[in-house]
Protein backbone atom coordinates (compact mmCIF):
# COMPACT_ATOMS: atom_id res chain seq x y z
CA UNK A 1 0.00 0.00 0.00
CA UNK A 2 2.55 2.39 0.80
CA UNK A 3 4.36 1.52 -2.86
CA UNK A 4 0.68 3.22 -4.15
CA UNK A 5 -0.29 -0.66 -5.41
CA UNK A 6 -3.64 -0.57 -3.98
CA UNK A 7 -4.87 -3.18 -5.74
CA UNK A 8 -2.76 -5.59 -5.15
CA UNK A 9 -3.44 -3.96 -1.36
CA UNK A 10 -6.55 -4.67 -1.55
CA UNK A 11 -6.51 -8.47 -2.97
CA UNK A 12 -4.28 -9.26 0.07
CA UNK A 13 -6.34 -7.22 2.36
CA UNK A 14 -9.82 -9.20 1.13
CA UNK A 15 -8.06 -12.64 1.35
CA UNK A 16 -7.35 -12.04 5.13
CA UNK A 17 -10.54 -11.23 5.80
CA UNK A 18 -11.89 -14.81 4.27
CA UNK A 19 -9.21 -16.46 6.38
CA UNK A 20 -9.67 -14.71 9.69
CA UNK A 21 -12.82 -12.90 9.40
CA UNK A 22 -12.82 -11.92 12.84
CA UNK A 23 -9.49 -9.81 12.53
CA UNK A 24 -10.72 -6.08 12.70
CA UNK A 25 -7.35 -4.93 11.63
CA UNK A 26 -8.24 -6.71 8.45
CA UNK A 27 -11.20 -4.97 7.20
CA UNK A 28 -9.59 -1.66 8.38
CA UNK A 29 -6.79 -1.80 6.10
CA UNK A 30 -8.48 -2.38 3.61
CA UNK A 31 -10.90 0.36 4.19
CA UNK A 32 -8.03 2.59 3.95
CA UNK A 33 -7.11 1.04 0.08
CA UNK A 34 -10.78 1.50 -0.67
CA UNK A 35 -10.99 5.13 0.57
CA UNK A 36 -7.77 5.93 -1.45
CA UNK A 37 -8.98 4.48 -4.28
CA UNK A 38 -11.84 6.46 -4.44
CA UNK A 39 -14.50 3.49 -3.76
CA UNK A 40 -16.15 5.29 -0.85
CA UNK A 41 -19.13 2.82 -0.22
CA UNK A 42 -16.80 -0.28 -0.48
CA UNK A 43 -14.11 1.86 2.46
CA UNK A 44 -17.76 2.63 4.33
CA UNK A 45 -18.70 -0.62 4.81
CA UNK A 46 -14.91 -1.99 5.88
CA UNK A 47 -14.68 0.67 8.28
CA UNK A 48 -18.19 -0.44 9.70
CA UNK A 49 -17.33 -4.27 9.79
CA UNK A 50 -13.96 -3.33 11.88
CA UNK A 51 -15.81 -1.32 14.38
CA UNK A 52 -18.77 -4.66 14.35
CA UNK A 53 -15.33 -6.57 15.35
CA UNK A 54 -13.66 -4.31 17.52
CA UNK A 55 -15.97 -1.19 18.64
CA UNK A 56 -13.30 0.91 19.95
CA UNK A 57 -10.55 0.01 17.52
CA UNK A 58 -8.29 3.27 16.97
CA UNK A 59 -8.57 5.27 13.55
CA UNK A 60 -11.63 3.28 12.43
CA UNK A 61 -14.51 5.92 13.22
CA UNK A 62 -12.25 8.82 11.99
CA UNK A 63 -11.97 7.19 9.11
CA UNK A 64 -15.81 5.95 8.62
CA UNK A 65 -16.10 9.78 9.66
CA UNK A 66 -13.84 10.72 6.66
CA UNK A 67 -15.67 8.36 4.28
CA UNK A 68 -19.23 9.85 5.07
CA UNK A 69 -17.80 13.16 4.83
CA UNK A 70 -17.24 12.61 1.21
CA UNK A 71 -20.29 10.95 0.77
CA UNK A 72 -21.96 13.93 2.24
CA UNK A 73 -23.17 12.52 4.82
CA UNK A 74 -22.57 15.04 7.88
CA UNK A 75 -24.91 13.69 10.45
CA UNK A 76 -23.00 10.39 10.09
CA UNK A 77 -20.13 11.53 9.41
CA UNK A 78 -20.16 13.72 12.86
CA UNK A 79 -21.42 10.71 14.83
CA UNK A 80 -18.41 9.12 14.09
CA UNK A 81 -15.79 11.13 14.50
CA UNK A 82 -17.48 12.67 17.58
CA UNK A 83 -17.02 8.97 18.68
CA UNK A 84 -13.56 8.95 17.81
CA UNK A 85 -12.98 11.85 19.70
CA UNK A 86 -13.89 9.98 23.01
CA UNK A 87 -11.18 6.94 21.88
CA UNK A 88 -8.43 9.54 20.98
CA UNK A 89 -9.11 13.02 22.55
CA UNK A 90 -5.45 13.77 22.17
CA UNK A 91 -5.55 13.32 18.26
CA UNK A 92 -5.88 16.83 16.89
CA UNK A 93 -6.87 15.40 13.36
CA UNK A 94 -9.85 14.11 15.12
CA UNK A 95 -11.08 17.22 16.08
CA UNK A 96 -10.53 18.73 12.64
CA UNK A 97 -12.18 16.83 11.12
CA UNK A 98 -15.26 16.94 13.17
CA UNK A 99 -14.83 20.81 13.09
CA UNK A 100 -14.73 19.99 9.13
CA UNK A 101 -17.81 18.26 9.14
CA UNK A 102 -19.96 20.45 11.52
CA UNK A 103 -18.94 23.26 8.80
CA UNK A 104 -20.25 21.05 5.67
CA UNK A 105 -23.49 20.76 7.98
CA UNK A 106 -23.83 24.49 8.85
CA UNK A 107 -22.95 24.37 13.12
CA UNK A 108 -20.29 26.90 12.39
CA UNK A 109 -20.27 27.22 16.21
CA UNK A 110 -19.90 23.82 17.36
CA UNK A 111 -17.35 23.67 14.41
CA UNK A 112 -15.20 26.95 15.79
CA UNK A 113 -15.01 24.96 19.27
CA UNK A 114 -13.96 22.18 18.25
CA UNK A 115 -11.24 23.50 15.56
CA UNK A 116 -10.30 25.62 18.84
CA UNK A 117 -9.71 21.99 20.53
CA UNK A 118 -7.62 21.01 17.30
CA UNK A 119 -5.78 24.26 17.44
CA UNK A 120 -4.32 23.69 21.00
CA UNK A 121 -3.19 20.33 20.08
CA UNK A 122 -1.76 21.09 16.94
CA UNK A 123 -0.54 25.02 17.09
CA UNK A 124 1.30 25.03 13.56
CA UNK A 125 -0.81 22.36 11.16
CA UNK A 126 -1.88 24.91 7.98
CA UNK A 127 -5.02 22.88 7.66
CA UNK A 128 -6.21 23.30 10.89
CA UNK A 129 -5.55 26.92 10.88
CA UNK A 130 -7.13 27.01 7.81
CA UNK A 131 -10.57 25.56 8.70
CA UNK A 132 -10.49 27.11 12.23
CA UNK A 133 -10.31 30.19 10.32
CA UNK A 134 -13.30 29.43 8.15
CA UNK A 135 -15.06 28.49 10.94
CA UNK A 136 -14.28 31.53 13.10
CA UNK A 137 -15.18 33.94 9.86
CA UNK A 138 -18.78 32.20 9.53
CA UNK A 139 -19.22 32.21 12.78
CA UNK A 140 -18.35 36.18 12.69
CA UNK A 141 -20.65 37.14 9.86
CA UNK A 142 -23.63 34.85 11.65
CA UNK A 143 -23.11 36.97 14.34
CA UNK A 144 -23.25 40.16 12.67
CA UNK A 145 -26.05 38.89 10.66
CA UNK A 146 -28.26 38.79 14.07
CA UNK A 147 -27.11 41.74 15.81
CA UNK A 148 -28.78 43.70 12.52
CA UNK A 149 -32.19 41.77 12.13
CA UNK A 150 -32.07 42.96 15.90
CA UNK A 151 -31.52 46.71 15.65
CA UNK A 152 -30.13 47.52 12.27
CA UNK A 153 -29.80 51.50 14.04
CA UNK A 154 -27.71 49.84 17.11
CA UNK A 155 -24.07 52.10 16.97
CA UNK A 156 -23.25 48.17 17.61
CA UNK A 157 -23.91 47.56 13.89
CA UNK A 158 -21.99 50.64 12.79
CA UNK A 159 -19.18 49.86 14.65
CA UNK A 160 -19.05 46.36 13.56
CA UNK A 161 -18.91 47.87 9.72
CA UNK A 162 -16.34 49.98 10.64
CA UNK A 163 -14.41 47.28 11.31
CA UNK A 164 -15.25 45.51 8.42
CA UNK A 165 -14.31 48.69 6.40
CA UNK A 166 -10.98 48.52 7.79
CA UNK A 167 -10.66 44.65 6.73
CA UNK A 168 -11.16 45.90 3.34
CA UNK A 169 -8.90 49.08 3.24
CA UNK A 170 -11.95 51.21 3.03
CA UNK A 171 -10.86 53.98 5.60
CA UNK A 172 -12.84 56.44 4.43
CA UNK A 173 -16.00 54.82 4.93
CA UNK A 174 -14.64 53.23 8.33
CA UNK A 175 -14.32 56.65 9.68
CA UNK A 176 -18.15 57.53 8.78
CA UNK A 177 -19.17 54.26 10.42
CA UNK A 178 -17.37 55.26 13.42
CA UNK A 179 -18.28 58.82 13.60
CA UNK A 180 -21.80 57.26 13.40
CA UNK A 181 -21.45 54.97 16.14
CA UNK A 182 -19.60 57.91 18.55
CA UNK A 183 -22.31 60.24 17.25
CA UNK A 184 -24.61 57.54 18.93
CA UNK A 185 -22.88 56.26 22.03
CA UNK A 186 -20.04 59.32 22.63
CA UNK A 187 -19.17 57.68 25.80
CA UNK A 188 -18.78 54.57 25.28
CA UNK A 189 -15.19 53.26 25.73
CA UNK A 190 -13.19 52.06 23.15
CA UNK A 191 -15.05 53.94 20.11
CA UNK A 192 -12.90 57.36 20.41
CA UNK A 193 -10.18 54.97 20.35
CA UNK A 194 -10.77 52.78 17.20
CA UNK A 195 -11.66 56.57 15.57
CA UNK A 196 -7.63 56.93 16.32
CA UNK A 197 -6.99 53.57 14.70
CA UNK A 198 -8.51 54.43 11.89
CA UNK A 199 -7.04 57.88 11.53
CA UNK A 200 -3.71 56.68 12.28
CA UNK A 201 -3.82 53.73 9.55
CA UNK A 202 -4.91 56.74 7.08
CA UNK A 203 -1.74 58.50 8.18
CA UNK A 204 -4.09 61.58 9.37
CA UNK A 205 -1.53 61.79 12.55
CA UNK A 206 -3.74 65.80 14.11
CA UNK A 207 -7.02 63.41 14.00
CA UNK A 208 -5.71 60.48 15.46
CA UNK A 209 -4.32 63.16 18.37
CA UNK A 210 -7.66 64.33 18.70
CA UNK A 211 -9.45 61.00 19.01
CA UNK A 212 -7.39 59.61 21.19
CA UNK A 213 -7.43 62.73 23.86
CA UNK A 214 -11.21 62.17 23.15
CA UNK A 215 -10.80 58.64 24.79
CA UNK A 216 -8.74 59.30 27.22
CA UNK A 217 -11.51 61.88 28.25
CA UNK A 218 -13.81 59.00 28.15
CA UNK A 219 -11.53 56.52 29.76
CA UNK A 220 -8.82 58.02 31.61
CA UNK A 221 -7.55 54.72 32.54
CA UNK A 222 -7.05 53.15 28.92
CA UNK A 223 -3.26 52.33 28.69
CA UNK A 224 -3.48 51.92 25.35
CA UNK A 225 -5.05 54.92 24.34
CA UNK A 226 -1.94 56.64 26.50
CA UNK A 227 0.73 54.61 24.74
CA UNK A 228 -0.55 55.21 21.31
CA UNK A 229 -1.12 58.73 22.02
CA UNK A 230 2.25 59.19 23.32
CA UNK A 231 3.59 57.67 19.67
CA UNK A 232 1.39 60.07 17.92
CA UNK A 233 2.56 62.96 20.19
CA UNK A 234 6.44 61.69 18.82
CA UNK A 235 5.44 61.63 15.55
CA UNK A 236 4.35 65.09 15.64
CA UNK A 237 7.55 66.09 17.55
CA UNK A 238 6.01 66.58 21.27
CA UNK A 239 8.12 64.97 22.99
CA UNK A 240 7.40 66.36 26.38
CA UNK A 241 3.50 65.57 26.08
CA UNK A 242 5.40 61.56 25.09
CA UNK A 243 7.30 61.78 27.97
CA UNK A 244 4.79 62.27 30.46
CA UNK A 245 1.64 59.45 29.04
CA UNK A 246 4.90 57.08 28.63
CA UNK A 247 6.12 57.32 32.28
CA UNK A 248 2.60 56.75 33.10
CA UNK A 249 2.17 54.17 30.90
CA UNK A 250 5.16 52.56 32.54
CA UNK A 251 3.53 52.78 36.36
CA UNK A 252 1.17 50.52 35.08
CA UNK A 253 3.02 48.28 32.87
CA UNK A 254 6.47 48.37 34.55
CA UNK A 255 8.08 45.82 32.04
CA UNK A 256 6.45 47.02 28.98
CA UNK A 257 9.77 46.80 26.31
CA UNK A 258 7.34 49.27 24.08
CA UNK A 259 6.55 51.52 26.60
CA UNK A 260 10.70 51.74 27.24
CA UNK A 261 11.38 52.22 23.62
CA UNK A 262 9.25 54.47 22.99
CA UNK A 263 9.92 56.88 26.23
CA UNK A 264 13.77 56.06 25.07
CA UNK A 265 12.98 58.04 21.59
CA UNK A 266 10.66 60.94 23.44
CA UNK A 267 13.48 61.62 25.73
CA UNK A 268 16.16 61.33 23.11
CA UNK A 269 14.08 64.42 20.99
CA UNK A 270 14.68 66.01 24.45
CA UNK A 271 17.84 65.73 24.77
CA UNK A 272 17.92 63.94 27.91
CA UNK A 273 20.64 61.28 26.64
CA UNK A 274 21.18 59.19 29.67
CA UNK A 275 17.86 58.54 30.81
CA UNK A 276 17.06 57.65 26.93
CA UNK A 277 19.87 55.11 27.19
CA UNK A 278 18.56 53.66 29.93
CA UNK A 279 15.19 53.54 28.95
CA UNK A 280 17.05 51.52 25.68
CA UNK A 281 18.54 49.01 27.65
CA UNK A 282 15.52 48.59 30.12
CA UNK A 283 13.88 47.89 26.36
CA UNK A 284 16.43 45.25 25.90
CA UNK A 285 16.33 43.47 29.02
CA UNK A 286 12.50 43.68 28.65
CA UNK A 287 12.51 42.02 25.33
CA UNK A 288 13.78 39.27 26.93
CA UNK A 289 14.84 36.04 24.27
CA UNK A 290 11.94 37.22 21.80
CA UNK A 291 13.15 38.76 18.41
CA UNK A 292 11.23 42.09 17.89
CA UNK A 293 11.52 44.79 15.55
CA UNK A 294 11.62 47.00 19.31
CA UNK A 295 14.60 44.72 20.17
CA UNK A 296 16.65 45.39 17.06
CA UNK A 297 15.78 49.36 17.28
CA UNK A 298 16.43 49.67 20.53
CA UNK A 299 20.19 48.25 19.51
CA UNK A 300 20.45 50.69 16.89
CA UNK A 301 19.11 53.50 19.39
CA UNK A 302 21.96 52.39 21.76
CA UNK A 303 24.67 52.57 19.24
CA UNK A 304 23.84 55.83 18.38
CA UNK A 305 23.55 57.32 21.25
CA UNK A 306 26.46 55.59 22.43
CA UNK A 307 28.52 56.57 19.76
CA UNK A 308 27.08 60.97 20.52
CA UNK A 309 28.25 60.19 24.31
CA UNK A 310 32.02 58.74 23.46
CA UNK A 311 31.41 55.28 24.24
CA UNK A 312 32.87 53.66 21.31
CA UNK A 313 32.44 49.98 22.92
CA UNK A 314 29.51 50.22 23.94
CA UNK A 315 28.19 51.74 20.51
CA UNK A 316 29.90 48.85 18.60
CA UNK A 317 28.26 45.82 20.66
CA UNK A 318 24.90 47.61 20.60
CA UNK A 319 25.44 48.19 16.89
CA UNK A 320 26.69 44.45 16.20
CA UNK A 321 23.54 43.41 17.89
CA UNK A 322 21.20 45.14 15.68
CA UNK A 323 22.99 43.76 12.33
CA UNK A 324 22.55 40.11 13.89
CA UNK A 325 19.45 40.51 14.46
CA UNK A 326 18.10 42.32 11.23
CA UNK A 327 20.33 39.74 9.30
CA UNK A 328 18.37 36.70 11.07
CA UNK A 329 15.40 38.19 10.74
CA UNK A 330 16.15 39.18 7.05
CA UNK A 331 16.86 35.34 6.72
CA UNK A 332 13.79 34.46 8.43
CA UNK A 333 11.65 36.68 5.97
CA UNK A 334 13.05 35.18 3.42
CA UNK A 335 12.63 31.59 3.94
CA UNK A 336 9.33 32.51 4.79
CA UNK A 337 8.82 33.85 1.25
CA UNK A 338 10.60 30.69 -0.01
CA UNK A 339 8.22 28.54 1.46
CA UNK A 340 5.04 30.35 0.36
CA UNK A 341 6.49 30.19 -3.19
CA UNK A 342 6.63 26.35 -3.15
CA UNK A 343 3.21 25.91 -1.67
CA UNK A 344 1.64 27.96 -4.45
CA UNK A 345 4.25 26.04 -6.89
CA UNK A 346 2.98 22.86 -5.62
CA UNK A 347 -0.79 23.84 -5.68
CA UNK A 348 -0.28 24.96 -9.16
CA UNK A 349 1.10 21.73 -10.23
CA UNK A 350 -1.47 19.47 -8.54
Given amino acids: MRNGQLDAAASEFSQVTVAAPSFAGAYFDLGLVRLQQGRIDDAIRSFEKSLVLKPRLRGA ?93 SWRVHQVLAQSFVEQNRLEEAVKECQTAIGMKPQEPGLHEELADIYWQGDQLPQAETEFEAELKVDPESVSSMYKLAVVSIERSKPEVAEELLSEVLKRTPRSADA ?61 SFVRLKQQADAQQAQKLQDKLKRQTEATSQ
Fill in 61 to 153: NLFLGIARYRRSDYANAITALARESRIDPANAKVWMWLGVAQLAAGNASAASANLDKAAALSPNDIDILYHRGHAHMLVSKETYERMYKADPN
Fill in 260 to 320: HYQLGRAQGQLGKTEAAIGNFSAAVKDSGQSDTETLRQSYYQLAQLYRRTQHPEESRAALD
